[in-house]
């Protein structure tokens, strides 16, 4: 047997950036053989702009493209935070059907199976966020299309964070389902009220403003709406992307640690 022969046979070696993209390529596939659940997806969304945005348009007694133009983007956060800050769920059914454990002994990075994982649910709601947009232009919502792009990339990264941490809490629940949906509930409303996505927080007492400060899905939804109305020069913006970053960073840490310590 040559050298060349032999060497041909050995497994490639583990490599982030490549693994991480065949991890992804393979959880897309489903999602992109059953496309309904991505659009069935899509119902909660629609119905608190359907039922909700009217509401608020009558209270705030602002022209309908203005508060649309608040409204719209707290909602893109929301598919993101409810979207991915589930997405551990699909990993503790892998550790229950035992293919989480196949995937362990593949020779791939262990740190890939995080990231790919991550940067695929993000994928799904990066459309979503451009339908419920494109939804939204002819009731009255005006965008700033380079503001848009940002806004999505914005996202992305955010998501990217709140993923992993959901990766790393899931598998911190190993065999205890109840304490993944235990944690997940009691912090993702809160989160989200003190976000002010849905309802400003300009009239909240004076300790859930102080809350919403250190809050930073607030930031993020604060630099969304700057940056879908095109106010480029908005401090917001900067706060929101050093507050997604600083948690994608926190989230990759923490699950990569964690998905390393199962191997």
Do not use: C
Request: proline share 6%; no cysteine; aromatic share 8%.
């Amino acid at each position: 047997m040559t050298a060349t022969t032999a060497s041909a046979k050995l497994p490639a070696r583990p490599n982030v950036a490549r693994d991480s993209v065949n991890v992804f390529v393979r959880e897309l596939r489903p999602v992109l053989r059953d496309p309904f659940s991505l659009i069935f997806s899509l119902l909660q969304p629609l119905v608190f702009l359907g039922l909700f945005g009217p509401l608020l348009v009558g209270n705030s007694g602002a022209p309908v493209s203005e508060t649309l133009t608040w409204f719209v983007p707290g909602i893109l956060v929301m598919i993101v935070l409810f979207g991915t800050g589930s997405t551990g769920a699909n990993l503790l059914w892998e550790m229950q059907t035992g293919s989480h454990e196949r995937t362990l002994v593949a020779p791939i990075a262990r740190s890939s199976l995080l990231i790919g994982r991550a940067l695929k649910e993000m994928a799904p709601i990066i459309v979503q966020a451009t339908i419920i947009t494109l939804v939204t232009i002819p009731f009255g919502f005006r965008v700033n299309w380079m503001g848009m792009v940002a806004g999505l990339i914005l996202l992305a990264i955010f998501g990217v964070g709140l993923g992993s941490l959901s990766y790393a809490l899931a598998l911190a629940s190993r065999n205890r389902d109840w304490l993944f949906w235990g944690v997940q509930q009691t912090l993702i409303f809160p989160l989200m009220i003190l976000s002010g996505m849905l309802l400003p927080l300009d009239a909240a007492p004076d300790w859930m403003r102080a809350v919403a400060t250190v809050n930073p899905i607030n930031h993020v939804v604060q630099a969304e709406r700057a940056l879908f109305a095109g106010d480029f020069a908005n401090a917001a913006i900067g706060w929101g992307v050093l507050s997604a970053a600083l948690l994608a960073l926190l989230g990759l840490v923490v699950g990569i640690r964690m998905i390393r310590r199962s191997a």
